[in-house]
């Protein structure tokens, strides 16, 4: 199988069934179950990751069937690990927990739980000692790439903020598991005027979105392959994730010639060869989604995953956008060509010093060695809370 988009990639499935059979009948319930196993499995094989909260296990009154889907996504998992690709990177699951999430484990995922987390497909995030769900929603959508949602409620529209506002995909199913009004139907109703469809995911290539949001509008008659089908051709033509270049751009100036060179030969065939992102240039030459340059400058960079800024040639507006992406605590990569006079402030801080000069790949591998190193990087004010 040619390696997927979504290798390595970590999806997010949240959402939750109303009390309501009115609403969510259990043919529908079970429906959703089936879909979510047979739509995980298929993730396995294509190497992506996961984000999983571990909590309890809620039962309908009416039916005693699952609340939630989070136990079901971490049993499909266990039982698809030899699908799993030899050379897949990243810990397979996210396991998102509080403090109290291990005394209400339900008894028989118990030993599926021991087992997972004694190994090291597991990375356990904790939500500190805040038991209460925006905080586990928060660490979900830090860690997660793309959300999958499906019912719900308003912890739903919180997670889908959330995700938005880190510029991060959001596909919501519209199957009968809770209200129209709310939760993943209420978002997968907002994508369907034409308007709205790009601002819960944009497709690769300029990719049509509002055409995917009626292709995932299914009809009761069709069958649960044909959905997964539908659902893993659409999460893997979904944007990358992107990075966002800060860098001299006007090709009058004497050091543009070195800094267009270093993108070309450096950091693109890095950035989108072998990390999978999507470099983002600002140039005046591209469609605008917004009405000023100014404004699709800082909408793309405020909502990009990584910023990659080469400060080259000491342009202001350059340090306008390093400082934003900086006070936004998105991963930075500083940049300068070697020999380039720096302010105090940025000589103090670590930075890829590029050459004009050696063969291509020594200078990918010194580019390559520096993310490595910086990647993790706190941000320069780390978020310290009153009271954890």
């Known amino acids: 199988m040619t390696r997927s988009p979504l290798f390595g990639r970590r999806i997010h499935l949240a959402g939750s069934i109303v009390e309501d059979v009115a609403v969510a009948a259990a043919g529908d319930v079970n429906q959703?179950?089936?879909l979510v196993s047979a739509l995980v499995k298929e993730l396995v094989k294509r190497g992506a990751n996961f984000v999983i909260p571990v909590d309890a296990d809620p039962v309908r009154k009416s039916d005693s069937l699952p609340i939630c889907f989070d136990w079901l996504v971490w049993k499909t998992i266990k039982d698809?690990?030899?699908l799993r690709p030899?050379?897949?990177s990243g810990s397979l699951a996210v396991a998102v927990q509080h403090h109290k999430s291990e005394d209400q484990i339900p008894a028989e995922y118990a030993g599926l739980w021991d087992e997972l987390r004694a190994s090291p497909l597991v990375r356990i995030e904790n939500a500190a000692h805040w038991n209460m769900n925006s905080k586990r929603m928060e660490a979900q959508a830090r860690f997660g790439d793309i959300l999958v949602a499906l019912g719900g409620t308003e912890g739903v529209l919180y997670l889908a903020n959330l995700y938005h506002d880190a510029g991060k995909p959001i596909v919501p199913l519209n199957l009968p598991l809770c209200p129209e009004t709310t939760g993943a139907r209420r978002l997968h109703n907002y994508g369907l005027t034409s308007t709205q469809s790009r601002r819960l995911f944009q497709i690769a290539d300029?990719?049509?979105?509002h055409d995917w949001i009626n292709k995932i509008r299914f009809p009761s008659r069709q069958s649960i392959p044909d959905r997964v089908s539908v659902l893993v051709e659409l999460l893997e033509a979904l944007e990358r994730p992107k990075a966002f270049a800060v860098r001299l751009l006007n090709p009058d100036l004497p050091d543009y010639a070195d800094v267009q060179t270093f993108f070309d030969?450096?950091?693109?065939p890095v950035i989108e060869g072998e990390?999978?992102?999507?470099?983002?240039v600002i140039d005046g030459r591209q469609a605008y989604e917004h009405a000023r340059i100014d404004q699709e400058i800082f909408?793309?960079?405020?909502?990009?995953?990584?910023v990659l800024a080469d400060i080259t040639g000491t342009r202001p507006n350059c340090f306008l956008e390093l400082g934003y992406a900086l006070g936004r605590g998105l991963p930075t990569m500083v940049m300068a060509r070697e020999g380039s006079s720096l302010p105090f402030d940025i000589t103090t801080f670590s930075g890829l010093h590029w050459?004009?000069?050696?063969s291509a790949e020594d200078r990918r591998r010194a580019f390559r060695e520096h993310w490595q190193s910086i990647r993790n990087r706190p941000s320069l004010v780390p978020a310290e809370p009153l009271i954890s």
């Open 32 to 34: 959703a179950r089936e």
């Open 80 to 82: 698809n690990l030899a």
């Open 86 to 88: 030899a050379n897949a």
């Open 206 to 209: 300029d990719g049509d979105a």
């Open 265 to 268: 030969t450096v950091v693109q």
């Open 275 to 280: 990390f999978g992102y999507r470099l983002v």
């Open 299 to 306: 909408a793309k960079l405020h909502r990009s995953s990584v």
């Open 355 to 358: 050459k004009t000069t050696g």
